[in-house]
């Protein structure tokens, strides 16, 4: 066989520790004894142990499983390592906050530990629909988290909006990957790419695939015009789960955009060139303009969070020998500064959330 379970084995264990926090803290709760510290501890032991796994990678030779559709390289390694990172910062973030908003600590738990379990599948898969499964399993577990809130309205729309238009996104993602196939009979990630698109048997199809599985990535980094979603959805969403959706979300879109591109960033078709520029120009022009009038501080946080996408576009776009590198190191300085921002968000408790200036 030409698969092995070390790829996927972090994974496993976050999904076996996210079972595991269910069935053995649910019969506690059903007994009217609350909930106790053992569902934390064993997600802080899933991310752990999750952690020493990937370790196991780093600066081995690069691995393909299951048909390939999964790679665990130099790539997959930085970027697990970030998204596990990424997990036990939520996780301690989100912690105190549960406890003192009285929210149940349980379901968190589980489905942060489902969303980092899809982080760590996206960046390793290598064609389309392993891609899309695993992002599908992110995104099913933010639009719970997106409306953990029940009680405040602002949570239910936040949870309602993004789950509309992040099925709108996928949708646009499915048809791209079928005109994609259609026109080159691969679903190669790589090969979804606008240098790709020559050895297509219809470069007119393969030309249509490629957009709309750009438009889809655009939905998911918040890139302009795609972005309107984005303050509406981290304003009414909690903190911790506003903090995941603007790093983990972010950091997995990008890592997807690395491997659709190649690790060295090929550089895109002529053609393209001009509409990524724009799209990176008005990423970062109007994050930055909306930003500044803003009065609410989650609000503000959100269009930030847009321009970044726009900063990392450039990399992208410039496709120099050291744009991947520059990119990876701004993704995990954005990351740093996010969480920390988020934190003190939520530190300050409801008049931090609800802060507005003036």
Do not use: C
Not at 198 to 217: C, D, K, N, R, T
Not at 270 to 296: C, D, F, K, R, Y
């Amino acid at each position: 066989m030409d698969w092995t379970l070390s790829l996927v084995a972090p994974a496993i264990v976050l999904v076996i520790a996210a079972m595991l926090v269910l069935l053995v803290e649910l019969p506690r709760r059903r007994a009217g004894r609350g909930e106790g510290w053992l569902g934390e501890a064993i997600s802080g032991l899933g991310f752990l142990v999750a952690t020493g796994l990937v370790l196991r990678h780093w600066g081995a030779p690069t691995q393909v499983g299951f048909g390939g559709r999964l790679v665990q390289d130099a790539l997959a390694t930085y970027f697990d390592l970030l998204f596990l990172g990424i997990g036990v910062a939520i996780l301690l973030m989100a912690l105190p906050y549960l406890r003192r908003e009285a929210l149940p600590r349980l379901e968190f738990l589980a489905l942060l530990l489902f969303a980092v379990t899809g982080m760590l599948l996206m960046i390793g898969a290598t064609e389309l629909i392993t891609f899309f499964l695993a992002l599908e399993l992110l995104s099913m577990a933010l639009y719970v988290l997106a409306g953990y809130q029940r009680g405040h309205a602002r949570s239910v729309e936040a949870a309602i909006k993004y789950f509309l238009l992040g099925a709108f996104a996928s949708a646009l993602l499915l048809m791209g990957m079928a005109l994609h196939w259609g026109a080159t009979g691969s679903l190669a990630l790589h090969a979804a790419a606008p240098v790709g698109a020559g050895g297509a048997h219809s470069p007119l199809l393969a030309s249509a695939g490629f957009w709309l599985i750009l438009v889809g990535f655009a939905f998911k980094v918040s890139a302009v015009p795609f972005h309107f979603w984005t303050a509406d959805v981290y304003e009414g969403s909690p903190a911790p789960v506003a903090a995941l959706m603007a790093t983990g979300t972010k950091a997995a879109a990008f890592g997807a955009l690395l491997r659709l591109l190649g690790p060295g960033l090929a550089p895109p078709a002529a053609e393209w060139v001009p509409v990524l520029w724009w799209l990176a120009v008005l990423t970062m022009s109007v994050g930055n303009l909306m930003a500044i009038v803003q009065s609410n501080l989650k609000r503000m946080l959100a269009f930030s969070s847009v321009a970044h996408a726009g900063y990392l576009l450039v990399a992208v776009v410039t496709a120099t020998p050291g744009a991947a590198s520059a990119l990876l190191f701004y993704l995990v300085a954005y990351t740093l500064m996010n969480l920390g921002a988020f934190a003190i968000v939520g530190l300050v408790g409801r008049k931090g959330e609800e802060y507005q200036s003036g």
